[in-house]
């Protein structure tokens, strides 16, 4: 369930004359990815190094990279430069599986959905070891406020909000602890966990779902919630996989068949209507040649085994990918992505894929800079990601500035690591100084470097700040911030105040005196 109340850190930034760098990386080396994982706001990808990069809102610190400042463009997660085997990002938190069956998650802890054991709230914007799985655990997937691991042997294990009985063991408690779903009449061989409710595959290809199911999610034919594992009516065999979020649910059948059922106001179940469905039903012309398949808030999508991308359902954000905003309750083709798509992830208003050339694109809903491309626009066709880029903001303490007062420069830089170094310069010139100052993590807000000098002249000054890049990011320079350098500012003392229009005349003069040089 996608949040209303949203801050964003990249907004401030913005103010301060963020720049990012230019689209050709200069410093960093763009990693190769293999695996990706959209959230609600967020993204996160898997690199063939083991290395996970997440990018877009980060008020919760679901990006990983030890701040809470959102950016739109990809920030490596704290301590997974290296080590995951899987990664799965949810509505506000994130979680990784590492190459040891361990699992970590980080971001919102709203209802304990990190699984640390830690008290609710208390969010982490680095990896936390989730309690009791450091090892055993063969898949993982994040939801809205919960997460579940399925372990080697088969079994299901959800923490975090259970108010709809999501965690599956037959109680409708929170749980910041990995708790047993009960009930699974078999070793399960995926996992999903979705808004309110989360579903399960069966070895021989039967199906469970457990949790919300106001909009007949759980397929079962009732709107009953249930905190203990349903089958989907006829889907007791033949199912290969499993996506569910926001209020609706399909499946990939063995014949590459999708069927979809729960609420279906945008046309998301695909069937040409708009009217929600408590079983499944069949999306239309989609009744083979179905190799995956991913569900959004209220738009799904479907790959070919020909590597083709088709969606359908809301497109208010352009999700679907067809180069319009307009709705349909039928698939249609995603611009440029007819075929060689080796894997791809929905969620939220967004998507993401990965074509067999390498890279990574997005598309749909950007407003946090979730599609990783530097920008914040709503995407409705398939954009690069630019792995590397930075964008470096600058504010300065106080402008106009009396001659001979000190006055500070801040340079933010998003994303950044800590690494390299800024250059401050007026009017081309470095600042006496300030030519190489270090990067450091300004609390959890941002990576942050200053100047702080008094050696400006009188006048107009355009005040830029560049930073240098290290190994992980590119370098980038700010817009020019103006700074007026004033002979005195506020310095007319008088026993009584001035009339403000003899205050007025007293800063022409001021100014005049400026620009005469005097």
């Not at 085997?85 to 990784?96: E, P």
């Not at 936390?128 to 406020?145: F, N, Q, R």
């Not at 209507?273 to 209220?298: F, Q």
């Not at 106080?398 to 800590?418: K, Y």
Request: aromatic share 6%.
């Amino acid at each position: 369930m996608k949040r209303s109340s949203r801050l964003m850190l990249v907004a401030l930034v913005a103010s301060c004359g963020l720049v990012a760098a230019g689209m050709s990386p200069a410093g960093a080396t763009s990693p190769t990815i293999s695996a990706v994982s959209a959230g609600a706001d967020h993204t996160c990808a898997l690199t063939s190094g083991g290395g996970v990069l997440c990018w877009g809102y980060n008020y919760y610190g679901q990006v990983g990279d030890d701040t809470v400042a959102s950016t739109s463009t990809p920030a490596w997660v704290s301590g997974l430069g290296s080590g995951a085997a899987a990664i799965s990002a949810g509505d506000a938190h994130s979680c990784a599986l590492t190459n040891g069956g361990g699992v970590l998650c980080w971001g919102n802890n709203e209802f304990g959905e990190l699984g640390d054991g830690g008290q609710p709230y208390e969010s982490s914007p680095t990896p936390a070891a989730v309690t009791g799985l450091g090892s055993g655990v063969a898949a993982i997937s994040a939801g809205d406020g919960h997460s579940c691991a399925l372990t080697n042997g088969g079994a299901v294990l959800c923490w975090g909000y259970n108010k709809y009985g999501q965690l599956g063991d037959g109680t409708t408690t929170n749980s910041s602890t990995p708790v047993a779903v009960s009930g699974l009449d078999g070793p399960v061989v995926a996992i999903s966990a979705g808004t309110l409710d989360t579903c399960a595959l069966i070895t021989g290809g039967s199906l469970r779902c457990w949790g919300y199911n106001a909009n007949g999610q759980l397929g079962n034919g009732t709107t009953t919630d249930s905190s203990t594992p349903v089958t989907p009516s006829g889907l007791n065999n033949g199912v290969v996989a499993v996506s569910t979020a926001g209020w609706h649910t399909c499946a990939l059948t063995s014949d590459g068949a999708v069927r979809c059922w729960g609420k279906n106001f945008s046309g998301e179940l695909g069937d040409g209507t708009t009217t929600n469905s408590s079983t499944p039903v069949g999306v239309i012309g989609l009744n083979s040649g179905v190799t995956a398949i991913g569900v959004g808030e209220a738009h799904s999508c479907a790959m070919s085994s020909g590597g083709g991308m088709q969606c359908w359902g809301d497109n208010g954000h352009g999700q679907l990918g067809d180069g319009t905003t307009t709705n349909s309750s039928t698939p249609v083709g995603v611009i440029g992505l007819n075929s060689g798509i080796t894997a791809f992830s929905a969620a939220g208003a967004d998507n993401c894929a990965l074509p067999g050339g390498g890279g990574l694109q997005c598309w749909g809903d950007n407003g946090f800079g979730g599609l990783g491309d530097g920008t914040t626009a709503d995407r409705p066709t398939p954009v690069e990601v630019h792995f590397g880029q930075t964008a470096t903001g600058l504010k300065s303490s106080g402008t106009p500035s009396a001659l001979g007062d000190p006055v500070t420069f801040t340079a933010t830089v998003i994303p950044a690591d800590g690494g390299g170094t800024v250059a401050f310069s007026a009017d081309g010139s470095t600042i006496p100084g300030c030519g190489s100052q270090p990067v450091t993590r300004n609390g959890y807000a941002a990576h942050q470097a200053t100047c702080t000098t008094s050696s400006l002249s009188l006048g107009q000054h355009a005040i830029t700040a560049s930073y240098s890049g290290d190994s992980l990011y590119d370098p980038s320079t700010s817009a020019p911030v103006q700074q007026n350098v004033l002979r005195c500012v506020n310095c007319v003392s008088s026993p009584t105040p001035l009339p403000y229009p003899l205050w007025g005349l007293v800063q022409t003069l001021n100014q005049l005196l400026v620009q005469l040089g005097i």
